[in-house]
């Protein structure tokens, strides 16, 4: 390994802000100018692409930025061109050439995309790799995957796409980004992205010394040679593999300082796949003449984290990145994108970017509407019981009219509960959302929408998420979905709104783990 240490002792590590402030300096305030109208035409396939049959890409940026749309024919152009050149492509690329911007989730964030790529540079001077996961979660995927798409057609070789755990059927269709390319486009657009998404290669080599991968190793995997036999041109299984493993495996929660000498336990947080451990990865990197990994797949709240450090390289064997920034709209993380230059590392940091509004899970205006609806109902309501008959007016039994009197009462009181809670659903519709995913048991606590507005602020305000927080209640969404999780979300599309609590089947757990035999491996 004599190369590797020799290779080591020119990389460092070091940190930037994508935003500038000085020492002493109150931060600005954000200054929101008015809203530009929406793009009535769609772009056309001779709007996009040049005489070269190369996309526009600032033509394309600036269309999309304002939410405009493609022709059909034109967004099916773009994506098949770049399935094309994904399909030549190995298994394991090789980007040897600096300077090399390693960027992690993107998630649907196409504006904060649109951030990573002025921080990181021109495609003309810089090279960009990208560990995967472009889709669901976000509410602008199909543009993400339209752009990224359209700087692999103007230079394969300077940006690299890896395939995420995101890139496939069953979690699409569980999470938003079927129905986002169905509301903005058409069932074809989304079945030409899984055609793509399947040509997607699996992992990277970096300079000869970063393996970059969406999630991590496998047991099945010895040398990075194994990664080229894999069939990767379909869907990944729900009951893992080897293919499977690369895009969902995790590192162990206590890395580095576990208590076991097993290489590989079952994931239970994902429900598929692996949890790999300190030691695999130092023997994984030293059976290849590797530095260190490179991944994504994990929000971090400073947008990367640095793992323990190997005893023969001194330099760490593991690295997160995640690129996504204040991740659903709930994390408030930062996001970061790893420079590669002259063997030097550098994270660079950035905050999330204001973007428009969309209707949660691309709800219309008419299942939005409901509940106003319902507020009109109930207010008729309230004034047709407060009519009462002549009968009632006029009965000479005093005990029975005191009865049907306080029954009248009892209803009007009724009916005039439900109306405050439909006026404080119209009105704050958003955030009982946002709280009813925060609890435990998805539901509001008993009595907060009869206190109004105030009583929802107040819980907002103890349900303030920390960024651990986030995680904790949202791990459910980071699970592999089950066949009956995704007809049941299909029902239900309104309850995407909010992460929700996943039950029925779950995937057992992988078999045969591989102990800590590496020394005796062949």
Not at 142 to 163: D, M, S
Not at 274 to 289: D, G
Not at 290 to 311: D, F, P
Not at 509 to 520: D, I, Q, Y
Request: charged share 25%; proline share 6%; net charge positive.
């Amino acid at each position: 390994m004599s190369g590797v240490s020799k290779k080591s002792s020119k990389n460092s590590v070091n940190t930037s802000s994508g935003a500038s402030s000085s020492p002493g300096k109150k931060k600005a305030e954000l200054v929101y100018s008015p809203a530009k109208p929406i793009p009535r035409r769609r772009l056309t396939i001779s709007d996009i692409f040049d005489r070269r049959d190369k996309p526009r890409i600032d033509v394309l940026k600036s269309h999309i930025k304002l939410e405009g749309v493609l022709e059909e024919e034109a967004a099916l152009k773009l994506i098949r061109m770049g399935t094309a050149l994904l399909k030549k492509e190995p298994n394991v690329l090789h980007m040897d050439a600096d300077p090399v911007v390693v960027c992690g989730d993107i998630h649907g964030q196409f504006y904060d995309l649109l951030r990573l790529l002025d921080l990181g540079g021109p495609i003309d001077n810089t090279q960009y790799l990208f560990l995967g996961d472009y889709v669901d979660r976000g509410m602008f995927s199909i543009e993400c995957v339209l752009l990224l798409w359209a700087l692999k057609i103007t230079a394969p070789p300077r940006v690299l796409l890896l395939r995420g755990n995101h890139e496939c059927r069953h979690l699409t269709e569980f999470f938003s980004f079927k129905r986002e390319c169905s509301v903005k486009y058409s069932v074809r657009v989304y079945d030409a992205c899984m055609e793509s998404f399947d040509a997607l290669p699996l992992a990277c080599i970096l300079n000869k010394q970063f393996l970059c991968v969406h999630g991590g190793l496998s047991p099945n995997i010895h040398v990075v040679d194994d990664i080229n036999k894999l069939h990767r041109f379909t869907e990944p299984s729900r009951q893992g593999g080897p293919m499977s493993d690369l895009l969902w495996s995790d590192p162990t929660k206590d890395f580095g300082e576990e208590k076991t000498d097993e290489f590989f336990l079952h994931n239970s947080a994902r429900k598929i796949s692996y949890y790999y451990s300190f030691k695999a990865v130092c023997e994984f990197l030293k059976h290849n003449n590797l530095l260190s990994v490179i991944r994504g797949h994990e929000a971090q709240v400073a947008g990367y984290r640095m793992y323990r450090k190997c005893t023969f390289s001194k330099f760490p064997v593991l690295i997160t990145i995640f690129s996504a920034p204040n991740y659903c709209d709930l994390y408030h993380n930062k996001a970061v994108i790893l420079c590669y230059i002259n063997g030097s590392i550098t994270i660079k940091t950035f905050t999330e970017s204001p973007h428009p509004y969309w209707l949660p899970q691309f709800q219309d205006g008419f299942t939005w509407s409901l509940p106003f609806a319902a507020k009109s109902v109930s207010n008729m309501l309230v004034l047709l019981l407060k009519v009462c008959t002549r009968e009632e007016l006029y009965l000479d039994d005093a005990d029975e009219h005191d009865r049907r009197k306080d029954e009248i009462r009892k209803k009007i009181i009724a009916v005039g509960k439900w109306s405050r809670y439909y006026n404080v659903l119209c009105e704050e519709k958003e955030l009982v959302l946002k709280l009813k995913g925060l609890q435990d048991d998805k539901k509001l606590p008993q009595g907060i929408l009869s206190g109004g507005k105030d009583s929802l602020n107040l819980l907002k305000r103890e349900k303030r998420l920390s960024f651990q927080e986030a995680r904790e209640f949202d791990l459910n969404n980071e699970q592999m979905p089950t066949p009956a999780n995704n007809a049941s979300r299909a029902k239900s599309p309104s309850s995407m709104n909010t992460p929700s609590q996943r039950t029925g089947h779950r995937s057992p757990a992988p078999s045969n783990p591989r102990k800590s035999e590496g020394p005796k491996r062949k």
